[in-house]
């Protein structure tokens, strides 16, 4: 079996200080497919000292040079790419087509970060304002230093593409925990990232958990910006962390997110919809559609249609074709969505949904709908992550709006109306960092991702993603002629 009991530091594997070992498993076969080291606090200490080192001739290699670097690595990913949507899909238990997905997302996310960097470089030493007579001032952008960079396990290699490739553009040397859950899809990266040639030290990746590698980095003084996907309350520990030292933090967090359905809405798309914004990754997203807020009208026609989608679901082994739905990643996750659905009981809420015939083994939880939940319900407010939705009838797009943003969490949302301009109205008018009107949930690099409220803060992919790892410097000076 493959022990992952090394940490890699320095382009090289080093052993962990660790002996302590957790098993990864695979979630449809629920059979132990790996081991991985639980790390150590001393383990961490290296790969910023390794970052640290690697950093002045990181940050002095010219942008266009970086951008080289990154194209290498999406073309390393293209070149093992039918391996690691496998790997990924039985080490995460989401169907292939969606591992594949998430490839065409990573890839895409290093080409374009690749094209921001030659980008960086042509606009470094730009003419700013002066606001002054014979003075005149240039704007130039320096990385912010070593970034310490955690992710979870729902997008394996997307989450990490979405910080590496703008940190590595940026100039940042970086130490980098992907989730213990699923540590085996970035263990193929590292292989990719020598391959690319890349200097020693650039890229530390640390396996382990989060008391023995997360918290250490997060307070480790040598590291100057972190960059943290994950749950909300996590994410408060990582802010709290990065205060010592005023040190910046971009937190990707939880999220609630709603769809809307109008009045005039076409009942298959807003079913199809629904059910890609709550099936999708067995509900595993951080910008699941998990309230539906839908017009009176269209209520008992639309639920009807869901449970109908719902019991047609096909879940099974995840590498077969023909699966719509593998099993959660974990038997964690899986008695956690089971608890809200004991919660649900307990509190009367009602299920119509035909669940589907599950696989004898794996961690699945069939999908379902629970009609008319009320707003003060846990299963209303909280995050389940899993095949859960809750919904509501309204008799307007103004209750529709006030439920919508009557919630902590701010990440997402989806508006599907009969025409787009309505929609876009509507989206105007929601706490979200993103809303997709009438459209599938897209997420192209030259995007924006992230939530306002306690999903987070500030945005990943586009420029701003780019942005978040550097620092802009002025500088002013007497005009010569
Ligand atoms: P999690 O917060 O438990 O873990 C995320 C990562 O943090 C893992 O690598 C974990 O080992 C590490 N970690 C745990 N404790 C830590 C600590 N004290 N200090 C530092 N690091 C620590 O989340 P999860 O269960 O892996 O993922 C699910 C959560 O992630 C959900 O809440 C989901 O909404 C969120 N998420 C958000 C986005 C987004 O873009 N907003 C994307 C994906 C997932």
């Known amino acids: 079996m493959l022990s992952l009991t090394e940490q890699f530091i320095d382009n090289t594997w080093v052993p962990s200080r660790s002996v302590a070992l957790d098993p990864v498993i695979d979630p449809y076969r629920e059979v132990t497919i790996a081991e991985v080291t639980r ?64 490839m065409h997302d990573a890839i895409a996310c290093y080409r374009y970060y ?15 304002a ?21 992710t979870p396990w729902n997008f394996p290699l997307v989450s990490s593409a979405w910080k590496l490739a703008p940190a590595l553009a940026a100039g940042c040397t970086v130490v980098f925990k992907p989730s213990e859950i699923t540590p085996l899809p970035e263990r193929v990266l590292t292989e990719i990232i020598m391959e690319a040639g890349l200097p ?7 396996h382990g958990d989060g008391e023995s590698i997360g918290a250490p980095l997060c307070r480790h003084p040598g590291i100057d910006k972190l960059s943290f996907t994950g749950s909300t309350p996590v994410g408060e520990t990582v802010m709290r962390a990065a205060a010592k030292g005023v040190r910046p933090v971009s937190l990707e967090l939880g999220g609630k997110s709603p769809i809307l359905v109008t009045e005039d809405a076409d009942l298959e798309l807003a079913r199809d919809l629904v059910m890609a914004g709550i099936c999708f990754n067995a509900g595993q997203m951080c910008s699941a559609t998990s309230r539906l807020l839908v017009h009176e009208r269209l209520a008992d026609d639309l639920y009807a249609a869901i449970d109908a989608a719902m019991g047609a679901l096909r879940p099974g082994n995840p590498l077969a074709e023909g699966t719509d739905m593998g099993p959660l990643v974990s038997a964690t996750q899986r008695d956690r969505v089971q608890s809200y659905l004991a919660m649900a009981d307990r509190e009367g809420l009602h299920s119509k949904t035909p669940v589907p015939a599950l696989p004898e083994r794996g961690f ?5 709908l629970y009609r008319d939940v009320p707003p003060s319900s846990r299963l209303w407010r909280e995050e389940i992550f899993g095949p859960v939705l809750c919904a509501r009838r309204v008799a307007d797009d103004e209750e529709a709006i006030a439920l919508a943003n009557d919630s902590e969490f701010g990440l997402a949302a989806t508006v599907v109306a009969g025409n787009p301009d309505h929609a876009e109205a509507i989206a105007r008018r929601l706490e ?16 924006s991702w ?4 306690r999903s987070g803060i500030g945005r990943e992919l586009g420029e701003a993603g780019l942005d978040a790892y550097l620092e802009s410097k002025r500088i002013t000076r007497p005009e010569t002629h």
């Open 200 to 206: 020693p030290g650039v890229v530390n990746l640390l």
């Open 130 to 150: 002066s606001g002054s007579e014979g003075i005149s001032a240039r704007r130039y952008w320096d990385p912010i230093g070593v970034v310490g960079l955690i």
């Open 364 to 368: 699945f939880v069939a999908p379902r």
């Open 114 to 128: 690749a094209d921001a960097a030659v980008a960086l470089g042509r606009r470094q030493g730009q003419v700013d």
């Open 39 to 102: 790390g150590d606090p001393a383990d961490v200490d290296a790969a910023v000292a390794a970052a640290r080192r690697a950093m002045p001739g990181w940050r002095d290699t010219p942008e266009a040079r970086r951008g080289e670097y990154l194209k290498a690595i999406a073309a390393g990913l293209e070149a093992r790419r039918e391996g690691l949507a496998e790997l990924s899909s039985r080490n995460n238990g989401k169907p292939l087509a969606e591992a594949h997905q998430d």
């Open 432 to 447: 979200a960092g993103n809303v997709w009107c009438n459209v599938d949930q897209v997420a192209p690099p030259q995007g």
């Open 450 to 453: 992230g939530g306002m409220k």
